[in-house]
């Protein structure tokens, strides 16, 4: 059976303090009219934290449905590309539906239907929790609406029928950019209105307290089962653990488990790829940790990328899914605490990782992951020949055929 | 309860024997020039307070023709410091003007500093914010209250339908100048029907706090609006006006009519 870390509410570490703050981020910056219903979903979050049929209940759904644990494949032919000692993927491109986002949609609409709400909603980016959200409603039987930019329609219209197919229905939103950002807002506005009875699955580390935690608790089976797995494959060391940060939720649940269960001696080195875009000087890009400043942005304090009056500057990334002018603020804690390193990649950069894991191991990953496969080559160089890397391969790249083939990637 | 200069808070908007009319324009929609013009109307048309909103490029609580409006404003460079030389323009030359809340989102507040930000609103002629995504038990609403406290500035939060008793007393006890009542779920627009529920609502709220409560989100037509100020102090008006805002003459007719129809309800003191 899946190991679920539901870490128990008297865990100091494990949650933030009684207003949702990590350090100095986090909180709850909503319109009132939310403010009760975040409180109802926290006492919920603790009575399910405390109750074991509701772990039960999700780990056998993670099990059986999702298909966990999902194996730490060694790739070999990869490292020897990338030239270092072993590279090791976390398979989360093999869970249902493609991607991690499923074991945050399985924990959240058993938590809405503990909460006796029948119509869940939730924002999407890539698609990939929009359709994790929909096939998760479509197992339950609950009502599903998810907010989608025009944009992102355009980039991802596999998932968009995906999303039709499983019985949701996708709203477009045409507001800004009409990327996640606005996907976001549009979902929190129409939320606001259907408070009563709707559910909003916020599909990253982002959002009002609790989001956060609950998103990064449910994530963490990630970086659980891959502390297990190092300990069953006797792996004698590993140097360093990435995944990509757009949001945060793969790399807030891969990450956790290690801060808060391996001694700091102990720990590998961990890094979160954020996306550089064009170029961290062209100001195309999505890196609000690298070189973003705090602020308020949907409903959190955070860093955030904006504008000297305060408003959230539009991100770019070839990602969909990394394509996010904030981030989820506890990971603006592990960068204050020094807990986490956060690198920027390119476009560039993770198309050529793209295509190092596609031609040397048979796996096609997502375009947000490859930009954590992108901080390989710098690993070697860093850390030697010898050095040994985990890599979280959040999703499968089924999706970004389109983006990769106009990218003039792979055939001639 | 917190105690505000009644010479320069926005209470003394809500002192003039009659229901009052909040009137909500944005700064900076068309342009700078109509912004005024606008303003101008509000007082020809009879509003009691003004409130102006600051454009902001995520406005969460706002429906389509604010959030517009704001995007409109935010293309032509104008933000919370605009707003604010706006406000002392207007101040300075329309000094029998009523009380100005600016309606801002929390960040821009955050990106300016609680501290500059209230200074130059208070220096403006400004009377005090309404920040709707400030919850009122945070603890950056507390730095936030100090702040204007510290320049006489009011700060109004807002209470919902959802709102539960302790969350009301929060609400209530925060507050200075008014209770800012949201009657219905959602975001602010032009509604066809106002919550049934209304009168409960406003007895409840009246339960936590001795302010006046004014309420909103919804309210477009002078009827709607003779309707709320016959169950609370105060009806906001927002997307109703926004919308007419590029034209002063249909500004002021709107403005009019509804000021009109909540000024012929007598307030009872309480």
């Given amino acids: 059976m899946a190991d679920v870390l539901l870490p128990s509410a008297d865990d100091a570490y494990s949650s933030p303090d009684a207003q949702g703050f990590y350090g100095a981020y986090g909180g709850t ?8 219903v975040l409180a109802e979903l926290e006492a919920a979050y603790r009575e399910a934290q405390a109750d074991p049929s509701f772990a039960e209940e999700l780990s056998l759904l993670l099990t059986d449905y999702v298909g966990r644990p999902s194996p730490l494949y060694r790739a070999d032919r990869l490292a020897q590309a990338a030239g270092l000692g072993a590279v090791y993927l976390k398979r989360e491109d093999l869970d249902h539906t493609g991607a991690h986002k499923i074991n945050n949609t399985l924990g959240q609409c058993l938590l809405a239907k503990r909460m006796g709400k029948h119509r869940v909603i939730a924002e999407t980016g890539a698609g990939q929790h929009g359709v994790a959200t929909a096939t998760t409603a479509a197992l339950m039987g ?32 045409a507001e800004g950019t009409g990327t996640l950002a606005d996907a976001v807002t549009a979902a929190l506005r129409h939320w606001v209105e259907r408070v009563r009875d709707t559910f909003y699955v916020i599909g990253s580390v982002v959002g009002p307290h609790p989001y956060p935690q609950i998103v990064r608790d449910f994530q963490s089976v990630i970086g659980k089962e891959t502390i297990a797995q ?10 360093a653990v990435v995944a990509c940060v757009g949001g945060g939720s793969n790399a807030a649940g891969m990450f956790y488990p290690f801060i808060h269960d391996v001694p700091a001696a102990d720990r590998p080195l961990l890094i979160g790829a954020e996306a550089a875009g064009l170029g961290l000087d062209t100001g195309k890009h999505g890196a609000a940790l690298t070189k973003g400043t705090p602020g308020v942005l949907h409903g959190f304090y955070s860093y955030v990328l904006q504008d000297d009056a305060g408003n959230p500057r539009e991100a770019y990334s070839i990602s969909a899914g990394l394509d996010y002018p904030g981030v989820g603020p506890e990971h603006s804690f592990f960068k204050d605490q020094g807990l986490v390193r956060y690198e920027a ?4 950069e993770a198309l050529e990782a793209f295509a190092l894991l596609t031609r040397t191991e048979g796996i096609i990953p997502a375009i947000e992951s490859s930009h954590a496969l992108a901080l390989l080559p710098r690993l070697a160089k860093e ?30 | 309860m917190v105690s505000t200069d009644v010479e320069r808070g926005l209470g003394r908007g809500f ?22 013009e606008a303003l101008s109307a509000l007082v020809s048309g009879g509003a009691d307070v003004i409130e102006l909103g600051v454009p902001y490029a995520d406005p969460v609580a ?20 605009e707003a604010i030389e706006l406000a002392a323009e207007f101040s300075a030359a329309c000094p029998e003007a009523p009380p100005i809340a600016l309606m801002t989102y929390v960040n821009p507040l955050l990106r300016r500093g609680f501290e500059r930000a209230a200074s130059e609103a208070a220096e403006a002629g400004v009377s005090g914010f309404i920040v709707p995504d400030l919850p009122p038990d945070q603890p950056f609403a507390q730095k936030w209250r100090s702040a204007c406290e510290a320049h006489g500035l009011d700060t109004v939060f807002l209470a919902a339908p959802t709102s539960t008793p302790a969350r009301l007393e929060a609400v209530g006890a925060c507050s200075s100048g008014f209770v800012y009542l949201v009657s219905s779920l959602g975001v602010t627009g032009e509604r066809a029907t106002l919550a049934e529920d209304l009168p409960s609502l406003v007895a409840t709220m009246r339960e936590y706090t001795t302010l006046p409560v004014a309420v909103g989100f919804g309210v477009s037509k002078p ?33 009019r009519q509804i000021a009109e129809a909540v000024h012929a309800v007598p307030i009872s003191p309480r």
């Fill in chain 1, 383 to 412: 850390l030697g020949p010898e050095a040994v890397v985990i890599v979280n391969v959040s999703g499968r790249g089924d999706k970004d055929m389109d983006i990769v083939r106009e990218a003039g990637l792979g055939i001639d």
């Fill in chain 2, 62 to 81: 706002d429906g389509p023709v604010i959030a517009s409006a704001g995007r409109h404003a935010l293309a032509s460079g104008f933000g919370l410091a």
């Fill in chain 1, 29 to 36: 910056f909503v319109p009132e009219t939310v403010m009760p």
């Fill in chain 2, 15 to 36: 002192a003039r024997g009659h229901a009052a009319l909040v009137a909500y324009v944005m700064a900076g929609y068309p342009d700078r020039a109509s912004s005024h």
């Fill in chain 1, 142 to 173: 609950l009502e599903c609406a998810v907010f989608m930019g025009t944009e992102d329609i355009r980039r991802q219209s596999l998932n968009v029928y995906k999303m039709r197919l499983l019985g949701a229905e996708v709203v477009p939103v």
């Fill in chain 1, 345 to 348: 990649v390119t476009d560039t």
């Fill in chain 1, 230 to 239: 190092i300990a069953e494959k006797a792996i004698p060391q590993v140097d």
């Fill in chain 2, 223 to 255: 009827e709607q609006a003779a309707k709320v100020a016959r169950v609370a102090e105060g009806v906001v008006v927002g997307s109703a006006l926004v919308r007419r805002q590029h034209d002063a003459g249909s500004l002021e007719r709107q403005v």
